[in-house]
């Protein structure tokens, strides 16, 4: 078993494959910065399929388990279904997986599934439409993101995980709908606390709304008891409702750091491997693959980063840190 500097295994792979975008959501990738003008990777410099696969393949051999691909938002990477099929055909790979903004799953999912994807985690960060489109920050309607969760179960993509970032004074108050809406319908929902995630989108800690604020007001209508994390490495502290109507997950980066359980690396869409949600710097695969590196040289490099990993940013974290460059959560996904 792979393990870094703190004995955490490397079980978990995110492959961003596109740092582009249809939303400009306003604790991500804000307008402001990400503009008509804002350069982003060239389509040369981004991994082919063959290379995406080729590096997962390693990666389950080295002990990875699950990989979840991300973006950016990853169904505007053209024909993706093809990406999935190579992914699923991989052996020893346990779980294959996406996290999508929801907008393009309605006439995406059936291929998805089709392809071998086991499920998706949408993101939904109100169901108040002005809320939603203002956060979306391209007008974008949230019927349609429903519209594509829908779709997802009906294509067997399940369960279903529905993301929601919660940042005071702009969606906090949408909390208890939302647990409303999802409750008794076997989706589960997973309040975000508002992180700092690269350097563009203006966080500071009054704007974070702790997790145990949000469970407070979600038990308050909606009576909730704690449960055990499912696995090694999970990041949402689990709450169940006791009248029987599922569950519901809070992930407290800011509040409760889990960097002691961290068993994720991150590959972005040009190939740089990333140890943290919050590095500043990658280390470049795709030079070894375009150079006809073996797969044993490649894998001789991957452990040697991870075996050195020592990343704990979330629980250094004070006032201060924010101001570390850090790579942003469009380039590696969430």
């Known amino acids: 078993m ?4 703190l004995n955490r295994p490397l079980r978990d792979l ?13 604790y991500c990738m804000p307008k402001e910065i990400f503009g008509p003008d804002f350069q982003f990777l060239p389509s040369r410099e981004i991994l082919t399929f063959e290379e995406i696969a080729r590096l997962a393949r390693i990666f389950v051999r080295l002990g990875v388990q ?4 991300t973006g950016g938002e990853p169904l505007v990477r053209r024909d993706l279904e093809k990406l999935i099929a190579m992914l699923a055909r991989i052996e020893g790979l346990r779980d294959l997986t996406l ?10 999912a059936e291929a998805l599934a089709a392809a071998g994807l086991k499920r998706v985690t949408v ?7 002005a809320v939603f489109r203002r956060m979306n920050d391209v ?7 429903l519209e594509g969760i829908e779709a ?3 294509a067997g993509l399940w369960p279903i995980k529905i993301n929601m970032v919660v940042k005071r004074g702009v969606n906090d108050h949408c909390v208890v709908d939302m ?3 999802f409750h008794g319908t076997g989706y589960i929902l997973r309040f975000i606390e508002y992180m700092d995630v690269g350097n563009t989108n203006g966080w500071r800690m009054e704007d974070v709304v702790p997790g145990a604020e949000i469970v407070e007001q979600i038990n308050a209508v909606l009576p909730l008891e704690p449960i055990g994390r499912g696995y090694r490495g999970e990041v949402a502290n689990r709450y169940r409702y006791r009248d029987g109507g599922g569950e519901i997950g809070i992930i407290t980066s800011v509040t409760q750091p889990f960097c002691g359980d961290c068993t994720r690396i991150r590959l972005s869409a040009e190939g740089k491997l990333y140890t943290c949600l919050f590095a500043g710097e990658g280390h470049d695969l795709r030079a070894l693959l375009r150079s006809g590196r073996s797969d044993e040289e490649i894998a001789a490099r991957i452990r040697t980063v991870w075996t050195a990993r020592g990343d704990r940013y979330s629980e250094l974290r004070t006032a201060a840190t924010p101001r570390w460059r850090k790579v942003e959560m469009s380039h590696i996904g969430g």
């Open 179 to 181: 647990a409303r809406y």
């Open 99 to 108: 996290t999508t903004n929801g907008s393009l799953l309605a006439r995406k």
């Open 2 to 5: 792979l393990t870094d500097t």
């Open 14 to 26: 995110r492959i961003s494959v596109t740092d582009r975008c249809n939303f400009r959501c306003i």
């Open 139 to 145: 007008d974008f309607p949230v019927a349609r993101v």
């Open 66 to 69: 699950k990989i979840r691909l």
């Open 123 to 129: 993101s939904l960060d109100a169901l108040d439409d």
């Open 152 to 154: 997802a179960r009906r």
